[in-house]
C-alpha cells in the first residue's frame, strides 16, 4: 500500500490543527489556496451574499481572522444588520474543503490606524473610491480610486464553527463547535 499522503485527516485534532496550519499559510503565501477565501453575508433582503476577499490575519489561540475591506461596501450595511458571515475555502492541495461561521465585528477609524500604516501604498488603493462601491457609473472606467483611511474597515471574524471535509480515498468530514472547545466530531460526509 502507498504511504497515506494525509497522516493528519485520520484524527480529529491532527485535522484541525491542519486547518489551521493551511489558514495561516493562506495569510503569509499568496499562492496558497487560503490567500482568497469567499466571504459570504446576507443581504438585506434576506439573500445570501458571496465574494472573494484577501485573508489578512489567523490567530488559532483566539480562532479569529481577518479581512480588510471598504467601509462604503455594501457588505458592512449588512453585516450591521447580521453580524455574522461564512468562510469557504477549497484548498485542492490538501483536498480540505474548510467552512467557517463567524460572529463578525466591524473596527474602524483610529482602532485600525496601525494597521493602515502598515499597509504599502499599492494596497490602499483598495479603500477608497469615488463613487462609492457598488454604485452605478455611466462608463465602466468612471471613477477614481483614492485610499482613505476614513473608510478603511477591519472585519474582525470570531469563529463560532468548522464544518471540515477532506476526499481521501474515504472521505472524511468533522465538524467543529467554539462551544465545546474545538474538540470536534464526525459526520457521515
Ligand atoms: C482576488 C480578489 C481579492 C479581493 N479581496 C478583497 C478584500 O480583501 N476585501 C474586500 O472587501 N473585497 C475584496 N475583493 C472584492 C470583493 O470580491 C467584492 O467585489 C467587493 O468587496 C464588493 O463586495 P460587496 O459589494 O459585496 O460588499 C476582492 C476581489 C478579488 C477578485
Known amino acids: 500500500m502507498p504511504p497515506d499522503p494525509h497522516p493528519w485527516a ?7 490543527a491542519e486547518v489551521w496550519t493551511r489558514l495561516i499559510r493562506g495569510v503569509h503565501d499568496r499562492r496558497a489556496a487560503a490567500r482568497h477565501p469567499t466571504l459570504a453575508t446576507v443581504a438585506l433582503d434576506g439573500s445570501p451574499q458571496a465574494r472573494t476577499v484577501v485573508l ?13 475591506t471598504d467601509a462604503q461596501s455594501a457588505k458592512m450595511d449588512e453585516l450591521q444588520a447580521h453580524p455574522h458571515a461564512a468562510l469557504h475555502v ?10 467557517l461561521a463567524a460572529r ?8 485600525v490606524a496601525g494597521l493602515w500604516a502598515q499597509l504599502p501604498e499599492a494596497a490602499r488603493l483598495s479603500f ?23 473608510v478603511f474597515a477591519v472585519l474582525e471574524l470570531r469563529l463560532q464553527a468548522m ?11 468533522a465538524r467543529y463547535a467554539r462551544a465545546d472547545g474545538w474538540a470536534g466530531v464526525w459526520c457521515a460526509p
Open 10 to 16: 485520520s484524527r480529529l485534532e491532527s485535522l484541525h
Open 128 to 150: 477608497g473610491c469615488t463613487p462609492a462601491s457598488g454604485q452605478p457609473i455611466p462608463d465602466a472606467l468612471a471613477y477614481r480610486k483614492v485610499p482613505d483611511p476614513a
Open 163 to 173: 464544518d471540515i471535509v477532506h476526499l481521501g480515498p474515504q472521505h472524511r468530514r
Open 104 to 111: 463578525v465585528s466591524v473596527r474602524t477609524g483610529d482602532e
Open 56 to 68: 489578512r490575519a489567523a490567530d488559532r489561540a483566539s480562532a479569529t481572522l481577518r479581512v480588510y
Open 90 to 99: 477549497w484548498d485542492s492541495g490538501a483536498h480540505l474543503q474548510i467552512r
